[in-house]
């Protein structure tokens, strides 16, 4: 089974198709199906439409920017997508164009990876031969790159490299030793990372949620290690060897995708992401 995170993760995505009206940022349920929650999924606290409606924004607006990144480069010819720490994620079901010009790596613990395959061929998805689920026990220290190669991702090709709320549960040396890792992917690669801002760097009306947040992520057995100011980070990447790094804040996916929305839904501070090229 995916930790409760992944899971969650999944049903504000498909809380957004159901509670929240068009145009939506992005459109997911099949992350719904595969959790199967139940029918009274919707009356789950953590599901309340209105408690949690920064949180889902955030949750849709970084996998719009993360799918929209990964359109582009595929459109330059990029044909290989890793996902690191794939949980829950729909992207090889949901998107045809450009999916089916891509071999796409999704990279999580070997439960969670046992699990989504059983799942999606129960739901008659299956898993055609351009996704490659890749076991990796983190926790026993695989070493995760030695598993990809071996799932057939070429290093001597470009690649979209996505890592989604997964620094935070992170040590920041793990991180730095991931960076350097991804540095060395062939000329023309991209990483796109999510990291958590210190709780000084939020907004006001934000800071509380967070706060709120740690002590159950700690009783979840998923508590927030690490926290990274964007100059921090962006040094972290540049050390690793990044050719080129740049900061795009929550703000900025703010204004991209809800700009124009009427009913006041925008994303939570709190979570920017590094965007770095070989």
């Not at 498909?14 to 999924?41: Q, S």
């Not at 969670?112 to 490659?132: A, F, M």
């Not at 991702?153 to 040590?171: H, I, K, Q």
């Not at 990044?242 to 900025?252: E, I, L, Q, S």
């Amino acid at each position: 089974m995916p930790d409760s995170t992944a899971v969650r993760v999944a049903l504000w995505r498909a809380l957004h198709v159901r509670a929240d009206a068009p145009p939506h940022v992005i459109e997911d349920e099949i992350g719904l199906r595969l959790a199967d929650p139940g029918d009274d999924w919707r009356s789950r606290p953590d599901m309340d439409p209105r408690a949690t409606s920064g949180f889902r924004a955030a949750i849709v607006s970084r996998a719009r920017f993360v799918e929209d990144l990964v359109a582009e480069r595929t459109g330059l010819g990029v044909t290989q997508y890793v996902v690191l720490g794939a949980g829950l994620d729909t992207f090889a079901q949901r998107t045809p164009e450009p999916a089916d010009r891509l071999r796409i790596f999704e990279i999580d613990q070997p439960g969670t990876q046992d699990w989504k395959r059983r799942r999606l061929t129960e739901l008659g998805y299956g898993i055609p031969d351009r996704l490659r689920l890749v076991p990796v026990d983190f926790e026993a220290g695989a070493d995760w790159w030695e598993r990809l190669s071996g799932a057939g991702f070429d290093p001597g090709r470009p690649a979209v490299v996505a890592c989604s709320g997964v620094t935070m549960y992170l040590t920041k040396d793990a991180t730095a030793a991931t960076l350097r890792r991804l540095a060395g992917l062939a000329p023309g690669s991209t990483l796109a990372m999510t990291f958590m801002l210190p709780a000084e760097l939020l907004d006001d009306a934000d800071r509380p949620a967070l706060e709120a947040t740690k002590p159950r992520a700690q009783a979840a057995g998923t508590p927030f290690i690490s926290f990274y100011t964007p100059r921090e980070m962006l040094e972290l990447a540049r050390d690793a060897g990044f050719k080129d790094v740049r900061h795009v804040p929550g703000t900025a996916l703010a204004d991209r995708y809800f700009a124009d929305r009427t009913d006041g839904l925008r994303p939570s501070s709190g979570e920017d992401f590094l965007v770095a090229t070989t």
